[in-house]
Structure formats: structure tokens, C-alpha cells
């Protein structure tokens, strides 16, 4: 019986195609992106990213705070008094609409929407809304656009 042998040359180009594929296909595959949080749930970067308080985010613009019924500028946030919440950012006002949460500890204390249908931008990068009440005790404050994107962040 008669036995067939293969030219070296061809198993030696086989091989290299092989580990080739294998080396692209490492390269070039997607990959999937998702991180344990509590138990079996799995959230995505960008679920993961829009979490209050994410420190790698950078937002698009800032908060200013005024004060009532003067309406007086000031440099932070007035705990214990009424404030009023400026959401300064460029294009906010076509951004809506823009959630502003406040928390403590982590934990939601107070939530407020700027909508679309409300005459409340200054102009088209400046909206604002009435702040928490003077009793409510938070430690961090965010605004987001309507696509979750950070627009301002403030750490009491």
C-alpha cells in the first residue's frame, strides 16, 4: 500500500495562515465591554458611566448658583437656604431635557427636570431651575441631557 506525503512547504504555509488568523482575529475581534456590579447583574461603560457621581466623566459645563429674591450671584451652594440652580453649558438649551440629581451618601435625595416646554433658558447655553429645599442635606449634584450625557457637576 502506497502512502501519500505532503510537500513540507505546503504545511509550513498552512501553519502560518493558522497562527495569522489567529493573531488577527485577537486584534481585530470585539470585545465585550461589561463589568460585574452587585450579584449577576452586568452593566455596560456607558450604563456604568452615566452612575451619579462617576469621577471620570467630564462634564460639558458647570453649575452657577443664585440666590432668591435678588437673585445675588454667589460661589457655592447655599446649604440651609433657598438657591437658584444655573446649568451653563454650550447649546444646554437644545440638550433638553436636563435632569439635575442630587444625593448623599450615593443615595438619591432630590430630583428635578428642566423640560423642553419650559421658558426658563437664558439663552442658549443657560437654563436654570429652582434648587432643594433648604432641609434637604446632599453631598453631590449632577445635571444630564436628554442623551445622559454629564452636563455639570457640583460636590457640596
Not at 489567529?22 to 470585539?30: D, E, G, S
Not at 463589568?35 to 462634564?59: F, Y
Not at 423640560?115 to 436654570?128: F, Y
Request: one cysteine or more.
Amino acid at each position: 500500500m502506497a502512502t501519500k506525503t505532503k510537500s513540507p512547504a505546503l504545511a509550513i504555509i498552512l501553519l502560518f495562515l493558522i497562527v495569522l488568523a489567529i493573531i488577527l482575529y485577537l486584534l481585530f475581534a470585539p470585545k465585550a465591554n461589561f463589568s460585574l456590579r452587585s450579584g449577576t447583574d452586568q452593566t455596560s461603560p456607558l450604563e456604568a458611566s452615566r452612575e451619579v457621581g462617576q469621577a471620570d466623566e467630564t462634564p460639558l459645563g458647570d453649575f452657577e448658583f443664585i440666590k432668591p429674591p435678588n437673585y445675588t450671584p454667589l460661589d457655592a451652594f447655599p446649604f440651609g437656604e433657598k438657591a437658584h440652580i444655573i446649568v451653563r453649558a454650550p447649546g444646554v438649551q437644545n440638550s433638553r431635557p436636563v435632569t439635575l440629581t442630587a444625593t448623599r451618601n450615593g443615595q438619591k435625595v432630590w430630583q428635578a427636570v428642566i423640560e423642553d416646554n419650559q421658558s426658563n433658558c437664558a439663552d442658549a447655553n443657560a437654563c436654570s431651575i429652582d434648587g432643594p429645599d433648604p432641609d434637604i442635606d446632599w453631598d453631590h449634584l449632577e445635571a444630564r441631557d436628554q442623551d445622559g450625557n454629564l452636563v455639570a457637576t457640583y460636590q457640596g
